[in-house]
């Protein structure tokens, strides 16, 4: 586990989450209320384009921030999404793991939920992160050790 962990409060814009993601090198930031209590994540994914179905339709189209993805229009979504909330795109459940669990209740939530990265939680508190590289961490410790 990777412990300080990096955070954003709920709102901050997506421009200066970018820019924290930017300079720490880090795929994704925890988001925390006025009282330090995880309330969210935003990730590196969400900030790309993702298909979604057109309704009542089979077609399939890029959508980014919730707006649909015109062709020539892509700087002017992004332009306009710079002053957004990070608490308008945040991953709102978050899948998380306790400092005192082991490595296969990580493993089962990293697998099941395809996610890379799983906040470690001490109730409402963010404790650490854990990341694919923490496995590695693990493997090579050759220790059979809680998610810390």
Same mark, same amino acid.
């Given at each position: 586990?990777?412990?300080?962990?990096?955070?954003?409060?709920?709102?901050?814009?997506?421009?200066?989450?970018?820019?924290?993601?930017?300079?720490?090198?880090i795929g994704c930031l925890p988001v925390v209320n006025?009282?330090?209590?995880?309330?969210?994540?935003?990730?590196? +994914?969400?900030?790309?384009?993702? @298909? *979604?179905?057109?309704?009542?339709?089979?077609? =399939?189209? $890029?959508? &980014?921030? /919730?707006?649909?993805?015109?062709?020539?229009?892509?700087?002017?979504?992004?332009?306009?999404?710079?002053?957004?909330?990070?608490?308008?795109?945040?991953?709102?459940n978050v899948v998380s793991v306790t400092a005192d669990? +082991?490595?296969?209740?990580?493993? @089962? *939530?990293?697998?099941?939920?395809?996610?890379? =990265?799983? $906040?470690? &939680?001490? /109730?409402?508190?963010?404790?650490?992160?854990?990341?694919?590289?923490?496995?590695?961490?693990?493997?090579?410790?050759?220790?059979?050790?809680?998610?810390?």
């Amino acid at each position: 586990m990777n412990a300080p962990v990096v955070t954003v409060r709920e709102d901050c814009t997506l421009e200066e989450a970018a820019n924290v993601m930017l300079e720490r090198r880090i795929g994704c930031l925890p988001v925390v209320n006025d009282r330090d209590e995880i309330c969210g994540i935003v990730t590196e +994914s969400d900030f790309a384009a993702r @298909e *979604k179905g057109i309704p009542f339709s089979l077609y =399939r189209f $890029p959508q &980014v921030f /919730g707006h649909w993805m015109p062709k020539q229009g892509v700087e002017r979504i992004y332009e306009a999404a710079r002053n957004m909330r990070v608490s308008e795109i945040m991953t709102r459940n978050v899948v998380s793991v306790t400092a005192d669990d +082991s490595v296969e209740p990580l493993l @089962e *939530k990293m697998l099941s939920s395809r996610f890379h =990265r799983i $906040p470690v &939680v001490d /109730g409402k508190m963010l404790v650490g992160i854990a990341t694919r590289h923490s496995l590695l961490n693990i493997m090579c410790s050759r220790l059979p050790a809680p998610v810390r």
